[in-house]
């Protein structure tokens, strides 16, 4: 499983190497603006860069501590929750998980 550095400025991720060694050589920092970048799992699919509402999402979950890599599973078969796409979403999902997964 890969990873992807993500940096919440920018609006943009960076795919990183999946080899060991040549991750542990990357920083988390973005390659672009040099602010510290978040790493992902692979499976984030980021929004496109002039998507503002998907990204503003994208902060409001990471800020109440919800990254990616902490995706949760579920009850329903899928094995995943759906991860939230508008703020509307995000709000409830964030209600929904502190009762299941308190910060
Ligand atoms: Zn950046």
């Keep these: 499983?890969?990873?992807k550095l993500v940096c919440l400025d920018c609006q943009k991720a960076f795919n990183l190497e999946s080899d060991f060694v040549e991750?542990?050589?990357?920083s988390e920092k973005c390659p672009e603006c040099g602010q510290v970048a978040i790493r992902y799992l692979h499976r984030f699919r980021p929004p496109k860069?002039?998507?503002?509402?998907a990204?503003?999402?994208?902060?409001f979950l990471y800020e109440n501590?919800?990254?990616?890599?902490?995706h949760?599973?579920?009850a329903d078969r899928s094995g995943y929750e759906k991860y939230p796409e508008t703020m509307r979403e995000a709000r409830e999902f964030v209600e929904r998980m502190k009762f299941q997964n308190p910060l």
């Design 1 to 3: 499983m890969g990873y």
């Design 23 to 26: 991750r542990a050589k990357q």
């Design 49 to 53: 860069k002039s998507d503002d509402k």
């Design 55 to 59: 990204w503003e999402v994208v902060r």
């Design 65 to 70: 501590g919800f990254a990616y890599h902490r």
């Design 72 to 74: 949760i599973t579920n």
